[in-house]
């Protein structure tokens, strides 16, 4: 089964896309935290992607349909993935319809998931991870059960991403209503958009796209 995310930045992809990986058995392609790992690894593509992402901007196609391409061929992505972050432009999407058809895979759904642009701020400066395993937590909507502690590996070294703040954000909200709204409607004429109520909480929004993949299975 291979399904996208779709959403504006903060919607809760990431959050979304890790449970539902496990529960599934899928692997979570995210291109941001690819793109991440490349700036930390200071590769040269990672240094020039960095420039952009702290900038809110997007970092050129050709970057990231190399980097999913190359990962996509690799043998635990063969049970199914979640794209998460990908594709945000329409050159993207239609170079991952060429792509999947070239490997013989099939997108079995794109979930969209909806939220208010007024909550979108809120997550998104409210956001931090974990510095060791990298799960997800809010100030507010997700904080660790023991403060400080994370529940998943129980470190206590949180990091907050430099583009996670309110001026880079509305610059990603821009560049997301111009480059990455419009594959909504790609995917809605191709037939395999499905909306969910992002506003929910985490839980009841994993629970709906539970229900979404159970009916495209
Ligand atoms: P995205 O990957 O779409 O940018 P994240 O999954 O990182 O979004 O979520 C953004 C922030 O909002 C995180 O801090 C996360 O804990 C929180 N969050 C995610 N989903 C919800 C939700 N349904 N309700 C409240 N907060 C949420
Ligand atoms: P969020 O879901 O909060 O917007 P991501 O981690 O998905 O954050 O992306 C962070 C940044 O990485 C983006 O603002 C952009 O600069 C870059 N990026 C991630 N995925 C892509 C992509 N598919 N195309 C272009 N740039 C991307
Ligand atoms: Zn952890």
Redesign the pocket.
Known sequence: MDLILL?????G??TQATTIAAKYGLIQL????M??AAAAAGTEVGRQ?KA??D???????E??IRI?SERIDQPDCKGGVIF??????LA?ASALDKLLRDKKRKLDAVIELRVDDTKLVER?VG?FTCAKCGAGYHDRFKRPKVRGVCDVCQGTEFTR?P??NAETVTR?LM??YRETAPLTGYYYCKGNLRAVDGMAAIEQVGQEIGAVLDAVK
């Open positions: 959403g504006p930045p903060g919607a992809k990431g995210s291109t941001g935290e793109l991440r992607a952009i992402m900038k809110g901007e997007l970092v050129p196609d970057v990231v999913i998460d972050g990908f594709p945000r432009t993207q998104i956001r991403r583009d996670d990603r560049v997301y």
